[in-house]
């Protein structure tokens, strides 16, 4: 079982930045590919981006292409996501998920481990 937990979620004034942190647990015995995901108040979770397990591959939604960064630590177990020029509607919980296989995540249907979700909040 493959648990994760997030962090750097805050408010922010729109047009800042913030990065977030997704740590996989520690007795983890491979590299998986992992996402992130957000799910704004009222409406359904939203597919981010994701990392392949090498970091040499990266995906983005239309929605963050140019302004948010996802990579991964040499390890593989920690996942960030650099968010950059944040605005109002960026407001969300986010949440990191790990698969067994790339794909899902790339299609951005869901994941087979998930986080607890870390709170982001931008003003205007």
């Known amino acids: 079982q493959v648990q994760l937990v997030e962090s750097g979620g805050g408010l922010v004034q729109a047009g800042g930045s913030l990065r977030l942190s997704c740590a996989a647990s520690?007795?983890?015995?491979?590299?998986?590919?992992m996402a992130w995901f957000r799910q704004p108040p009222g409406k359904e979770r939203e597919w981010l981006a994701t990392?392949?397990?090498?970091?040499?591959?990266?995906f983005y939604s239309d929605s963050v292409k140019g302004r948010f960064t996802i990579s991964r630590d040499n390890a593989g177990t920690t996942v960030y996501l650099q968010m950059n020029s944040l605005k109002p509607d960026d407001t969300a919980i986010y949440y990191c998920?790990?698969?067994?296989?790339?794909?899902?995540?790339?299609?951005?249907?869901?994941?087979?481990?998930w986080g607890q979700g870390t709170q982001v909040t931008v003003s205007s």
């Open positions: 998920a790990a698969a067994e296989l790339l794909q899902p995540l790339v299609a951005g249907t869901g994941g087979d481990y």
């Open positions: 520690a007795r983890i015995s491979r590299v998986y590919p």
């Open positions: 990392i392949d397990e090498s970091a040499v591959y990266t």
